[in-house]
């Protein structure tokens, strides 16, 4: 814009901030700016065009004129110069003497007094000047050419002399310029208007999809155009991304359906036994009805902290990370433990140290090691190692496995296995969904991968430097 007239760039600003804060709609403003681009276009394009034919206009004005004074040259070499010089490709044409006395002219100029004062250099051919109030051409700027004539009775000086184009050249040029300007000035507007408007018809279609999907069809998706642009890009990317709300949709309305489930067990046999024995109050056993009562309460509790443990999970959460070593907080969390039902043996390498929440990664790992130790035969083994820029914590138990088709449903809310269920009648079921979400809240993942004998499940984390 450094480049732009003053006033220009003055306005070029205004216009850009207009179009910026305007309401008008895309189109319209693509549309407005190929305007206004086309227009500048056309106007530099017009006054290079009337320049370069204003410079080629002079130059053969100018050609005409030192044409004019060499045939003069020619004639009147040595030779003595008439009163009337009769040349028509230039009608106004004087011979002067150095003195300055007119010796002889054109039939237009007879009369006339000298019109041009410049005297040429001698080493120079010719030389010229643009005049204006030349004698015999009033109001009129004239090219003037001067030539030294070596005469008879002397050296003249040859002027000639023709009316300077316009800088418009012409009216006929002027008028092809706006007529050609205003043509493609329309086929740029036109040509604008609807390519941006077909380039735009996907993201209207796109929008009609997506305002479908706002009224309550989650299971809605945009059209994904045939063109693979950028529209097509962000048509796909939308479709994931409904794909994965309403994968989060149904996951959420089965958590909810399956916890109300498992909330609502407990506490419709509680009211059972409470409406049973207020029926007969001498014959219940008061103190036998309140250890029943106090394990549905207990169980409640634990399915209510273990929802609320997986709604607090963030994987964005990182401000109280800290950088650990792994084989100390498994040792540290170890030590706190009562002695189980099977012992807890340990392979733990010093030095692989991750950034990780200590709370979080302890539940993850009295989960790993409390569900070990339900499904052990003999003893469970807790390991810490490094593989390839990864800390790898795997907690085994010698037990009974778990089958490859049922690696992954484990992991699935409110989900037990049979054999779960007669080892610990009160789990709820989220343990091993708890253990994953912590995972993925470290950057991490947890699977159960194949071992020789038992279950092994595995932590892998990001190594801190």
């Known amino acids: 814009m450094e480049h732009l007239h003053p006033r220009a760039a003055r306005f070029a600003p205004w216009v850009a901030e207009h179009l910026r804060r305007s309401h008008w709609s895309v189109r319209a403003r693509m549309t407005m700016l190929a305007a206004v681009v086309a227009t500048v276009l056309c106007v530099i394009t017009s006054v290079l065009i009337l320049d370069h034919r204003h410079e080629e206009t002079t130059a053969r004005r100018l050609g005409r004129l030192y044409a004019a004074n060499l045939e003069l040259a020619h004639r009147f070499a040595h030779r003595d110069a008439p009163e009337v010089i009769d040349l028509e490709n230039v009608p106004a044409m004087q011979l002067a003497a150095v003195a300055g006395q007119v010796v002889s002219a054109s039939p237009r100029m007879r009369g006339q007094p000298r019109m041009a004062t410049f005297v040429p250099p001698r080493r120079s051919a010719a030389t010229d000047r643009l005049l204006c109030d030349v004698p015999g051409f009033p109001h009129r700027c004239v090219l003037v050419a001067a030539m030294w004539v070596p005469a008879a009775g002397g050296d003249l000086i040859a002027y000639s002399a023709l009316p300077a184009p316009p800088w418009y050249v012409s009216e006929a040029l002027v008028a092809e310029l706006a007529a050609g300007s205003a043509i493609l000035l329309i086929v740029m507007i036109v040509g604008t208007y609807w390519i941006v408007g077909r380039t735009l018809r996907p993201v209207e279609l796109i929008t009609a999809a997506l305002a479908g999907v706002a009224a309550g069809d989650p299971g809605h998706r945009v059209p994904v155009p045939a063109h693979h642009d950028e529209i097509r890009y962000l048509a796909t990317v939308v479709n994931d991304t409904l794909e994965q709300q309403e994968s989060a949709l149904r996951r959420e309305r089965r958590f909810a359906a399956e916890a109300s489930h498992d909330l609502r067990t407990p506490i419709a046999g509680a009211r059972l036994r409470l409406e049973e024995a207020l029926m007969d109050p001498a014959a219940v056993d008061w103190p036998s009805l309140a250890k029943d009562l106090l394990n549905d309460v207990e169980r409640q509790q634990a399915i209510a902290e273990d929802i609320l443990t997986l709604a607090r999970l963030d994987p964005e959460r990182s401000s109280q990370r800290e950088r650990t070593d792994l084989a100390d907080l498994v040792r ?50 807790v390991a810490v190692r490094a593989e390839d820029g990864t800390a790898v914590l795997a907690v085994m138990d010698d037990g009974a496995g778990i089958a490859p088709e049922h690696r992954e449903i484990v992991f699935e809310r409110f989900a037990r296995l049979p054999e779960s269920r007669a080892l610990d009648p009160k789990g709820t079921g989220l343990g091993l969904p708890i253990c994953r979400e912590i995972a993925h809240a470290h950057q991490g993942s947890l699977t159960i991968e194949d071992s020789a004998q038992g279950a092994c499940l595995v932590l892998r984390m990001p190594r801190a430097g």
């Open 332 to 381: 540290s969390e170890l030590r706190r433990r009562l002695p189980g039902r099977v012992p807890v043996h340990t392979d733990l390498r010093p030095g692989v140290f991750v950034e990780c929440e200590r709370v979080l990664l302890g539940r993850l790992l009295t989960n790993l090691v409390d569900n070990a130790q339900r499904h052990a035969a003999t003893a469970v083994t």
